[in-house]
């Protein structure tokens, strides 16, 4: 069955997400005046605050785990909400203008899982002010966590509003039934939760049947970090499997905490096609980005010597449009949880790039320009330790690598271990019938886990397992992972490191040829006609998912075979499979993924 938001409203509370940046707007007069008692939630359940004038708020009594979507949708004037916790500090989230409450409504809804147990402060404001003696009904919708070891998150996107049509995407766990679940029209997005145990296999499987799929993507995510990110157009099929650890991923690069430090000329080949987990671009930060760009990656530089610094932003496209943002100097020593996200004006800013190179250099004197500039800002005079934060937007979309090329002159060099790790040796090696992935760090001080990334085929890098961190170690370290679960054929490596402080770090990429030891799959006949069988063995009862792929990625055929324990036999029918070399992708119910080479004869 494929649930609609309605659906997911009666069995799961599906809200909208709303888009977390902190205002820039101004506040009406009677900000911060407290109306009525607190409240206290049903949960599961709606619970209604009559009367929230524009510049009020309600004390919300929340428990930690729980979700809460607060909108304002019965106002008559233009409404924005923002969250606090009542004992202080800044903005939990900010929301004006949500299309939860209708296609280019003015009322405003958002969606918050509560990290603490205590008092929440909703501000409810009104532009324009004069409206401030309006009531605004408050609804607040409340939904416990799922049960499990852990609760994944499942948040599916649309960027236009005109729904997925007939395309859905859908969770299985442990080889169960699909769950699925789609877009209407007029929605640009909307979530699910699911409870899930430590041992447990979750399987995302996406139908791409639907017009329109650059508008569609979604995301999995655990602990509030993107476990996978489908980017846009999602691939058809099955898209991600793992065994669940509940441990929480480190930030991904297309959010600030996640920052990558670059240090030198480099081809840069990991920009995004999807838009992170955090807006970390509000409207008093973007600066020349007048449209808080998203669809980009952050990254970080340490100058280690003192002198101007500029640089070249070249699009392997040379029709691409690139867009930067620079922020700083920070402390030395800054870290991305201390300086993300930046709260300033950037630095430099370009957003006049439509097509090739745009960067800082030494003849430019404007130090940010809009889309009527020359696409160069000025140079930058640095002093040795300064932390800066970089934005690079693909405006395009196009998710295209490029060349970052400096230009360091009065003595200015770069560090390329301010904000990482000393990685002295990586290495993949087969070892049957798993692979061995080894990594030895120089200075395990400070560092509280390693995550172990793998991709093969045309997937993305995926989470496969956690290694906690010494932590203390002063002294060289050498860290080993077993991958039980390797797919035959190349494989792609990568180790992310997880500071105590938050900050993450990601390691270069190594490759390893992992064979077939006899322990995998069997096709009979090879090369086959009209019927291949798949032979193989199953730990787990549930359903296989079998994909056939042709040398360029293209997915040609798709099955779905339910499995029990022990010996498999699936026959799989080739009519209308033209004659060549295929890839056979078998993934079990176990998370177990075999590949195979099959010909297909005249």
């Given at each position: 069955?494929?649930?609609?938001?309605?659906?997911?409203?009666?069995?799961?509370?599906?809200?909208?997400?709303?888009?977390?940046?902190?205002?820039?707007?101004?506040?009406?007069?009677?900000?911060?005046?407290?109306?009525?008692?607190a409240?206290?939630?049903?949960?599961?359940?709606?619970?209604?605050?009559?009367?929230?004038?524009?510049?009020?708020?309600?004390?919300?009594?929340?428990?930690?785990?729980?979700?809460?979507?607060?909108?304002?949708?019965?106002?008559?004037?233009?409404?924005?909400?923002?969250?606090?916790?009542?004992?202080?500090?800044?903005?939990?989230?900010?929301?004006?203008?949500?299309?939860?409450?209708?296609?280019?409504?003015?009322?405003?809804?958002?969606?918050?899982?509560?990290?603490?147990?205590?008092q929440?402060?909703?501000?409810?404001?009104?532009?324009?002010?004069?409206?401030?003696?309006?009531?605004?009904?408050?609804?607040?919708?409340?939904?416990?966590?799922?049960?499990?070891?852990?609760?994944?998150?499942?948040?599916?996107?649309?960027?236009?509003?005109?729904?997925?049509?007939?395309?859905?995407?859908?969770?299985?766990?442990?080889?169960?039934?699909?769950?699925n679940?789609?877009?209407?029209?007029?929605?640009?997005?909307?979530?699910?939760?699911?409870?899930?145990?430590?041992?447990?296999?979750?399987?995302?499987?996406?139908?791409?049947?639907?017009?329109?799929?650059?508008?569609?993507?979604?995301?999995?995510?655990?602990?509030?970090?993107?476990?996978?990110?489908?980017?846009?157009?999602?691939?058809?099929?099955?898209?991600?499997?793992?065994?669940?650890?509940?441990?929480?991923?480190?930030?991904?690069?297309?959010?600030?905490?996640?920052?990558?430090?670059?240090?030198?000329?480099?081809?840069?080949?990991?920009?995004?096609?999807?838009?992170?987990?955090?807006?970390?671009?509000?409207?008093?930060?973007?600066?020349?980005?007048?449209?808080?760009?998203?669809?980009?990656?952050?990254?970080?530089?340490?100058?280690?010597?003192?002198?101007?610094?500029?640089?070249?932003?070249?699009?392997?496209?040379p029709?691409?449009?690139?867009?930067?943002?620079?922020?700083?100097?920070?402390?030395?020593?800054?870290?991305?949880?201390?300086?993300?996200?930046?709260?300033?004006?950037?630095?430099?800013?370009?957003?006049?790039?439509?097509?090739?190179?745009?960067?800082?250099?030494?003849?430019?004197?404007?130090?940010?320009?809009?889309a009527?500039?020359?696409?160069?800002?000025?140079?930058?005079?640095?002093?040795?330790?300064?932390?800066?934060?970089?934005?690079?937007?693909?405006?395009?979309?196009?998710?295209?690598?490029?060349?970052?090329?400096?230009?360091?002159?009065?003595?200015?060099?770069?560090?390329?271990?301010?904000?990482g790790?000393?990685?002295?040796?990586?290495?993949?090696e087969?070892?049957?019938?798993?692979?061995?992935?080894?990594?030895?760090?120089?200075?395990?001080?400070?560092?509280?886990a390693?995550?172990v990334?793998?991709?093969?085929?045309?997937?993305?890098?995926?989470?496969?397992?956690?290694?906690?961190?010494?932590?203390?170690?002063?002294?060289?370290?050498?860290?080993?992972?077993?991958?039980?679960?390797?797919?035959?054929?190349?494989?792609?490596?990568?180790?992310?490191?997880?500071?105590?402080?938050?900050?993450?770090?990601?390691?270069?990429?190594?490759?390893v040829i992992?064979?077939?030891?006899?322990?995998?799959?069997?096709?009979?006949?090879?090369?086959?006609?009209?019927?291949?069988?798949?032979?193989?063995?199953?730990?787990?009862?549930?359903?296989?998912?079998?994909?056939?792929?042709?040398?360029?990625?293209?997915?040609?055929?798709?099955?779905?075979?339910?499995?029990?324990?022990?010996?498999v036999?699936?026959?799989?029918?080739?009519?209308?499979?033209?004659?060549?070399?295929?890839?056979?992708?078998?993934?079990?119910?176990?998370?177990?993924?075999?590949?195979?080479?099959l010909?297909?004869?005249?």
């Open positions: 069955m494929t649930m609609g938001l309605n659906g997911w409203n009666q069995a799961f509370a599906v809200i909208l997400s709303a888009v977390l940046a902190i205002p820039a707007s101004a506040q009406c007069a009677n900000d911060n005046t407290l109306t009525g008692a409240v206290t939630p049903n949960c599961p359940g709606t619970t209604n605050v009559p009367c929230v004038q524009g510049g009020q708020y309600t004390l919300i009594n929340v428990v930690a785990g729980n979700t809460y979507t607060f909108s304002t949708c019965g106002a008559s004037f233009d409404t924005q909400i923002t969250l606090f916790n009542n004992t202080g500090g800044g903005a939990l989230g900010f929301n004006d203008d949500n299309d939860a409450c209708g296609f280019f409504s003015l009322q405003s809804s958002i969606t918050w899982t509560a990290t603490f147990t205590g929440l402060r909703v501000l409810v404001d009104a532009y324009p002010c004069v409206s401030n003696g309006t009531c605004a009904p408050l609804v607040i919708n409340c939904s416990a966590p799922p049960a499990g070891d852990c609760v994944y998150t499942l948040t599916l996107f649309d960027e236009f509003g005109d729904g997925w049509g007939t395309s859905f995407v859908g969770y299985s766990i442990s080889g169960g039934p699909y769950q679940y789609t877009l209407p029209t007029g929605y640009l997005s909307g979530w699910v939760q699911f409870g899930v145990n430590i041992g447990q296999v979750v399987t995302l499987y996406y139908d791409a049947s639907g017009a329109w799929q650059t508008d569609n993507s979604y995301t999995l995510s655990l602990g509030g970090s993107a476990v996978f990110n489908s980017g846009s157009p999602p691939a058809a099929g099955i898209t991600y499997a793992a065994t669940v650890t509940c441990n929480p991923p480190p930030a991904p690069p297309e959010d600030c905490i996640g920052s990558i430090t670059i240090c030198s000329n480099q081809s840069i080949n990991n920009n995004t096609n999807n838009t992170g987990n955090i807006a970390d671009l509000s409207l008093t930060s973007a600066g020349c980005l007048l449209n808080t760009e998203r669809q980009g990656t952050w990254y970080n530089f340490t100058p280690s010597a003192g002198g101007q610094i500029g640089f070249t932003i070249n699009p392997a496209d029709l691409d449009d690139y867009d930067f943002a620079l922020w700083g100097p920070f402390p030395p020593g800054s870290t991305p949880s201390t300086i993300c996200p930046p709260l300033d004006v950037p630095l430099r800013c370009s957003y006049a790039a439509p097509s090739g190179p745009t960067g800082l250099n030494y003849s430019a004197t404007d130090q940010s320009e809009d009527f500039g020359d696409k160069w800002v000025q140079y930058l005079n640095v002093t040795v330790g300064q932390v800066y934060l970089l934005y690079i937007s693909n405006w395009s979309q196009s998710g295209l690598a490029f060349t970052m090329n400096w230009d360091l002159q009065g003595g200015a060099s770069l560090d390329c271990t301010q904000l790790v000393n990685l002295l040796d990586l290495s993949a087969d070892a049957t019938p798993d692979v061995r992935v080894s990594w030895l760090i120089a200075n395990s001080s400070g560092i509280a390693f995550e990334e793998r991709s093969f085929a045309q997937y993305p890098f995926t989470g496969i397992g956690v290694l906690d961190g010494i932590g203390v170690s002063g002294v060289p370290e050498r860290f080993e992972f077993l991958d039980p679960t390797a797919p035959v054929g190349s494989i792609n490596y990568r180790i992310r490191t997880v500071f105590a402080d938050g900050s993450v770090d990601r390691s270069p990429v190594v490759t992992h064979k077939d030891h006899g322990v995998g799959s069997l096709l009979i006949p090879n090369p086959a006609l009209t019927q291949v069988a798949v032979l193989c063995a199953s730990t787990m009862d549930g359903t296989a998912g079998l994909e056939l792929i042709d040398p360029s990625g293209r997915l040609v055929q798709q099955w779905f075979r339910p499995v029990t324990t022990g010996p036999h699936l026959d799989l029918a080739l009519d209308g499979v033209q004659p060549g070399t295929y890839l056979l992708r078998i993934m079990l119910p176990d998370g177990t993924v075999l590949q195979e080479r010909a297909k004869g005249f």
